[in-house]
RNA sequence: GCCGGGGUAGCUCAGCGGGUAGAGCGCCGGGCUGUUAACCCGGUGGUCGGAGGUUCGAGCCCUCCCCCCGGCGCCA
């Protein structure tokens, strides 16, 4: 039994029920004590009258602090004085353990929280969006696993830069160097050859210092790599997947985006097909708007939220100039100048949240990209051999978990997608 | 790394013509027969981020350092 249960209407008036969980809030006046009890399913007040429990009862109740851990036993009423329209009327009960002054109360700034993270997770709205990036987590496996996508485990200790070096987190391995993956898509592409479609959620690290609320050093990636799908194959997968991920977020977790004050009528209309554009078109839209960009340069901040003002859904932009791309992504057959790659921005100013892009096949060419960006082709012998071995067209995705999460609880800030947040040089709790 | 803002009571902040520190909340004690981030009365509480310096005297001025917040770059 829980209190969210309770607060739901699901016991009649009258019933006895039982509950455990902690002291969210408690007001002593005259002979009775509102307890407000929560657990992982809510917030439901206690009400302790002396005549009814008893002076010891009520006695321990009365010295407990916010926080302590209760169980009490009673009976559930209407009571529309009580929040929710629903209290538990007490007849029994006890303090399981008491809690020290609870240095958390509501007003507290960024660092003191951060500092006291381990305790901020008790609140509501932490709850709430853990919530949410549970139900994200739940709905990406449940779209792949319906279809047939096989699960797989790249490793997070790699041995080898997989695009630049500086963003690496270097750690011992056995006095070798090694690093802390980035990314598994390589690890993917070799995958495919067995299993042509594969995804897998692991931890990514970036050592950048970034300084944006946008920005982790430890994130969820969820990364898709697929045998014989092209670029435009794989954008259908993620728009049907981003559909998928929203809508069931709506269905499932909609007390919780109600709570955060998240406007859903920007979720309800995600709905495919998302708007695309290629970076060209992109960059003479800017143009006409009176935003100074080059061709060939990359998108910056100011950039791409004057983009996201003109979607009221996610959109993509494809087909980018080669040198602001990765190295494996494919030549466009119809212009050398570009690659076949996609982003999927998030409107309302959110921006990319996925990346993806088909990738080279061809040998010869993967080999001249790798050389041209200084890389040491022996250190990506193992990924250049897919290319000999049967190579096959094949595309793939990542997608940032923190980011969605970001964008469909309406977050302000990355670091609250995730339980603990790793970035600059917060390293505890 | 760069630009901007900031570190004063447990928390959120005020204090600046340089004269030796204040409020609200919390906490402790008391009161209140239904509280909603309760309310009323009394009390408690500070090496003013650190180290130097200027000065009769520094939270306030100067120098260096540390930490935090927002933004940029980079990206998912």
Not at 14 to 40: C, E, M, N, T
Not at 295 to 320: H, I, K, N, S, Y
Not at 383 to 407: A, F, K, N, T
């Amino acid at each position: 039994m829980g209190a969210g249960e309770v607060l739901e209407g699901r016991l009649p008036e009258g019933s006895p029920a039982r509950l455990r969980g902690w002291i969210h809030r408690k007001f002593v006046v005259g002979g009775k004590i509102f307890v407000r009890l929560r657990d992982s399913t809510g917030v439901l007040q206690c009400v302790i009258d002396r005549a009814r429990v008893g002076d010891g009862v009520y006695g321990a109740f009365e010295e407990a602090k916010r926080e302590s851990s209760i169980v009490v036993e009673g009976t559930v009423h209407r009571e529309p004085r009580a929040p929710g329209g629903w209290e538990l009327r007490v007849t029994r009960g006890h303090v399981v353990w008491p809690s020290e002054d609870f240095p958390i109360r509501g007003k507290e700034g960024v660092e003191f929280l951060l500092d006291n993270r381990h305790l901020w997770l008790r609140s509501t709205r932490m709850r709430d969006i853990l919530k949410i990036k549970h139900t994200v987590l739940e709905a990406l496996r449940e779209y792949y696993r319906e279809r047939g996508w096989w699960e797989v485990t790249p490793p997070i200790l790699t041995g080898s830069a997989v695009e630049g070096g500086a963003t690496l987190f270097k750690v011992d391995y056995f006095g070798e160097p090694a690093y802390l993956s980035q990314s598994a898509q390589l690890y993917l592409e070799v995958l495919i050859y067995s299993l042509e479609r594969v995804w897998a959620i692991t931890p990514s690290f970036r050592a950048e210092k970034s300084r944006t609320r946008r920005h982790l050093s430890e994130y969820t990636h969820f990364e898709v790599e697929a045998a014989w799908m092209d670029m435009e194959d794989m954008m259908r997968v993620v728009e049907e997947t981003v559909e998928h991920v929203v809508s069931r977020v709506l269905e499932d977790r909609g007390r919780e985006l109600e709570n955060l004050g998240r406007d859903t009528t920007q979720l309800e209309r995600v709905r495919r097909p998302f708007p695309r554009l290629t970076y060209t078109e992109a960059v003479e839209r800017l143009r006409s708007k009176g935003v100074a960009m080059e061709w060939g340069e990359d998108f910056g901040a100011d950039e791409e939220a004057a983009l996201t003002r003109d979607f009221d859904r996610p959109f993509f932009v494809t087909l980018f100039p080669k040198q602001i791309k990765a190295f494996y992504m494919k030549e466009y057959e119809q212009d050398p100048r570009l690659v076949k790659g996609f982003d999927l921005l998030a409107p309302e100013g959110y921006g990319e949240i996925v990346g993806g892009s088909e990738r080279e096949d061809s040998y010869e060419k993967l080999l001249a990209r790798i050389r041209e960006e200084g890389l040491d082709p022996k250190d990506y012998y193992w990924y250049l051999d897919l290319r000999r071995y049967g190579s096959v067209p094949h595309s793939g995705y990542g997608l940032g978990v923190e980011r969605l999460v970001m964008w469909i609880a309406g977050l302000d800030h990355i670091r609250d997608a995730t339980p603990f947040p790793r970035f600059r040089e917060r390293l505890r709790p």
